[in-house]
């Protein structure tokens, strides 16, 4: 079974230090990948990304995805954080960790659950502008529905 471990969070990702801790003293992995969504300036438009989240019911949606993935695939330890509040560009915004024995089954958990936490988490993420603009909500995106498609499950 699985080792899973999920969060949302206020304050910044450490990713280098959540990593270091994922598999420090490990001997029974052979692979471990990360996945860091970084928010992008948008070509130097972007002031910051405000993240905003349903408490409770995303904390819970992360949990579920991270679970559909460890039973389709043996991972050893999965581990699934996600921000919200204000981002600004070169800030982490999720990091998955997966390990398996094998770096297929690592690297498949972690491609899942990516494409399945952008269409299911209910996170929104309001843009906005250098400039002061307020820019408004970024819209879901047909490629989203169609990168989770290719798993053959919509759960």
Partial sequence: MAEIRTGVSGEPLDTAD?????HQGRTDIGAVVTFTGICRDEDGR??????????GMAEAELA???????????VTDLTVLHRHGRVTPGEPIVLVIAASTHRHA???????????????????????ARDGTATGWVAA?????????????SR
């Fill in 18 to 22: 959540l990593l270091a801790a994922f």
């Fill in 46 to 55: 972007l002031d910051a990304l405000e993240l905003e989240h349903y408490p």
């Fill in 64 to 74: 579920r995805i991270a679970c559909l993935a460890a039973d389709r695939w043996p």
């Fill in 141 to 153: 995106r047909d490629t989203d529905d169609e990168a989770e498609a290719r798993w053959g499950e």
């Fill in 106 to 128: 690592a690297f498949e958990a972690a491609a899942f659950v990516m494409d399945f936490l952008k269409t299911h988490a209910p996170f929104w993420k309001k843009e906005h």
